[in-house]
């Protein structure tokens, strides 16, 4: 079965310091990869996404960057964090029709 | 671009009785896919139900039904005899059929209802 892991869970960092949150997928091949950003009391907004190895798109401009160096595995980073750059962030993967969820990593920058 | 919106912040309901949260979205696409999804306070999103918009008939889970009118976007999500554990966000989302809309077949996300179940 699919499944998808995320971690850290949680993770508190200086204003200024850098970020990597890593996500893998096990039990499927060639996903579409996603990295959502969620701001306290709002919905979910997409911020990279990603169709294959080495290819990255970016929705919103922002502090932050998205590799893929592996088929299943998708990297959220940054060099420099600010305070802008506390919330939620999900990573998903999607087949035809329907998107598997991570459990989250809530990012708190102080 | 698509937008989604859900015009209730907040929803409240009696434990066994039936709530109704209502979704609009704005799209120039006439084939596409509609989303609810659940989050609870533990922040896992869950998939609720999923339409077509191709097909006419409403989805059904169990005690979750969508209203689907295409003409009118609009989706609205019904919860039958609400129990505790539905107590949560609801987020409604869309996704255009072809590689479209979010990019690379992205879901596009309402704010979210918070759905309190009253004891």
């Known amino acids: 079965s699919q499944t998808i892991h995320q971690w850290p869970a949680t993770l508190v960092q200086p204003v200024g310091s850098p970020l990597s949150l890593e996500c893998t997928v096990e039990g499927t091949s060639n996903p579409n990869l996603y990295w959502y950003r969620q701001a306290a009391g709002r919905g979910l907004q997409l911020l990279f996404y990603?169709?294959?190895?080495?290819?990255i798109s970016s929705e919103v401009p922002q502090n932050l960057s998205a590799s893929r160096p592996q088929d299943r595995q998708f990297i959220l980073s940054s060099k420099k964090l600010l305070l802008s750059d506390s919330g939620f962030y999900l990573c998903a993967w999607s087949v035809w029709g329907g998107y598997t969820f991570g459990s989250g990593t809530r990012l708190t920058v102080v | 671009a698509q937008t989604v919106t859900q015009s209730q912040p907040e929803m409240s309901v009696q434990e066994a009785e039936t709530v109704t949260l209502s979704c609009t979205y704005d799209?120039?696409?006439?084939?596409?896919?509609l989303f609810w999804y659940k989050q609870p306070p533990s922040r896992q999103m869950i998939l609720v139900i999923r339409q077509e918009a191709y097909k006419q008939q409403n989805a059904t889970e169990n005690r979750f039904s969508v209203n689907f009118q295409k003409a009118a976007k609009s989706f609205s999500l019904k919860i039958s005899d609400s129990q505790l554990g539905d107590a949560a966000m609801y987020f409604c989302a869309y996704r255009g059929r072809m590689y479209s809309g979010g990019g690379a077949d992205g879901l596009t996300f309402g704010k979210g209802t918070h759905l309190i179940i009253q004891p």
């Open positions: 799209t120039s696409e006439s084939d596409y896919y």
């Open positions: 990603s169709v294959g190895i080495g290819q």
